[in-house]
């Protein structure tokens, strides 16, 4: 490599590392101070470690704020929303790719379009609905609607498509079932996308903020985002605590993501380019 | 013919879903959009009357409205280009032959994509503080006096797009990223061969090619971008002097604030209609550079 090669080298991994820092830096620093001593984080100049490593931030945070309680809701919530969704958007989603049925594209195309509409116009009427149905203030209200996506849809019917048509048309020759076919044939192959639609569904329902701070108001009800923005205002000063209460909710997604990346990014890039 | 009637059993729990919450709701949102549905009709619907356009003239006459609106369009057009201009950049720098440790570097700027929201706002309002925040920390050392981020309504926006752009540059990083990988190589060889320089590589070639996926990162990004809401909710409270107030903001205040249901869903078309005709704007925009 000649001279300028190199220093363009030294020079694109400089602001690589540069923007690696912008994106760590933040979530390096909150895990950092969530394990000061309350106060210590508003000092002059702001300190970067902790003088003695501390849980009490997390002690207050579990014990006198409820945030476990908080996690687990969220926990019951995005789990329950992944299992429905799953269930119901690769059935339906097989469906709009593989079998035929009268008025199928132009169903199809129906839900695509309605992905223009933004989540936001619905929620008025929805929040009425919900209220009618006794959800409002139940893990019900937050997981009922989220049930079945237009999105997941896309995404199987997307994957599904490649699955060759003569493996069904054997089977049902054999005199299987539809849904037996489904079973034992199509899952196991659906199964990378299965995956990417668990992880998704799950990271989305669990950073899902304002559907939930509308129709759960009840704090014995919250998921950990709508709590935390609750706690957010009340507590301007405790850094330390809030810091704390910001690892808990964000440490589960992250350590998802990371255990399940490629599945996460496969599903990024089958959703929005080939769309 | 079994088939047939199989395949409705595949799609109807997911239609039932989607149909009951979402698509009638959508419907119903106009329709009590021209109403006054409010706690009284909450509490009793024989108080529900039929105002027709009544709440869209009321709204267009609410100075909060034209506000929210203007603190929205600054948060995207500001906000946007930002985004995707830190977006293309990070893809170009990942996809170069020369970074090295890629796939650390790409998953350490994605992270902030997959952090809940309302938790990273709050690491972000720390930073931003005015006292002992390390972004003012950071701008002492190159001698410039503190910012009052959140609290001075001239700089509470632009910390707010700081923010926003941290927090999503990774997505559409990885759409372009994919968009790059599938340029042919032997353009840019062709290009060597003939003497074009880095920047005339980077006009002649890659952004041409790249075009239909940038067409659909701003897509994505204006549209997500309008929607902005918990940014605010947690980092300002719509605060100082109403200065992060965004239409959705407004939206949520009028209607479970204030439970003026009628209101808030007239709010949401509003929106609505703002994201589909800058929508289609983008579309024409990309038709006619294709025709080019």
């Known amino acids: 490599m000649n001279a300028s090669g190199r220093w363009r080298a030294i020079g694109v991994n400089a602001l690589l590392v540069v923007l690696a820092a912008f994106s760590l830096f933040p979530l390096l620093w909150m895990a950092s101070v969530s394990f000061m001593h309350p106060g210590e984080a508003s000092t002059l100049p702001p300190p970067f470690l902790p003088k003695s490593a501390t849980l009490a931030n997390y002690r207050e945070l579990f014990e006198r704020a409820g945030m476990g309680r908080y996690l687990v809701n969220s926990l019951l919530v995005a789990t329950a929303i992944t299992l429905f969704s799953l269930v119901l958007n690769l059935a339906a989603g097989y469906a709009f790719a593989k079998l035929h049925f009268a008025g199928r594209d132009r169903l199809f195309r129906t839900l695509l379009t309605a992905l223009v509409i933004p989540a936001q116009v619905a929620m008025i009427p929805l929040f009425l609905v919900m209220k009618w149905l006794g959800l409002v203030n139940n893990y019900g209200g937050v997981v009922v609607p989220a049930m079945a996506t237009v999105f997941g849809i896309f995404l199987v019917r997307q994957y599904a498509r490649t699955i060759p048509d003569e493996l069904l048309e054997a089977a049902r020759i054999d005199g299987a079932g539809e849904w037996r076919i489904f079973a034992t044939i199509v899952l196991p192959l659906l199964k990378p996308i299965v995956v990417t639609l668990a992880i998704f569904t799950f990271l989305a329902s669990w950073n899902d903020f304002m559907w939930p701070l509308i129709v759960l108001s009840d704090q014995v009800w919250q998921t950990a985002p709508v709590a935390l923005a609750g706690l957010a205002r009340e507590h301007v000063q405790d850094n330390e605590l809030m810091m704390a209460g910001s690892v808990v909710t964000v440490l589960p997604v992250l350590a998802l993501f990371l255990a399940l990346q490629r599945y996460y990014l496969e599903g990024l890039l089958l959703g929005s380019v080939k769309g | 013919m079994n088939e047939r009637r199989a395949a409705w059993t595949f799609v109807a729990p997911a239609l039932v879903v989607i149909g009951a919450f979402f698509l009638v709701p959508v419907v119903a949102a106009f329709a009590l959009s021209l109403t006054d549905f409010d706690l009284y009709a909450l509490a009793d619907l024989r108080n529900l009357r039929v105002v027709w356009l009544g709440n869209y003239i009321d709204i267009l006459r609410t100075p909060l409205f034209w506000k929210s609106l203007g603190n929205t369009f600054y948060f995207v057009l500001a906000g946007v280009p930002l985004s995707i201009a830190v977006s293309l950049g990070a893809a170009l720098l990942l996809d170069s032959k020369l970074a090295r440790f890629k796939d650390f570097f790409r998953t350490a700027l994605f992270a902030p994509v997959v952090t809940t929201v309302v938790a990273v706002a709050v690491i972000w309002r720390y930073l931003f503080h005015t006292r002992y925040g390390l972004i003012n920390f950071a701008l002492a050392k190159f001698g410039i006096a503190p910012i009052d981020w959140l609290g001075d309504p001239h700089w509470s926006m632009p910390a707010i797009i700081l923010f926003a752009v941290w927090k999503n540059f990774g997505y559409n990083m990885i759409i372009l990223l994919a968009a790059l990988q599938g340029i042919p190589r032997d353009l840019y060889e062709a290009a060597h061969i003939d003497g074009a320089s880095l ?93 080019a």
Do not use: C, K
């Open chain 2, 199 to 291: 920047v005339q590589r980077l006009r002649h070639i890659t952004l041409p090619m790249l075009r239909p996926a940038l067409l659909l990162v701003a897509i994505i990004t204006v549209s997500g971008y309008f929607q902005l809401f918990a940014e605010p909710y947690v980092m300002t409270q719509g605060n100082p002097l109403q200065s992060t107030v965004s239409v959705l903001y407004f939206m949520y205040d009028e209607g479970f604030t204030w439970w003026s249901l009628g209101r808030a869903s007239a709010i949401a078309f509003l929106l609505f209609a703002l994201i589909l005709a800058a929508t289609l704007l983008l579309l024409r925009w990309g038709r006619r550079g294709e025709a």
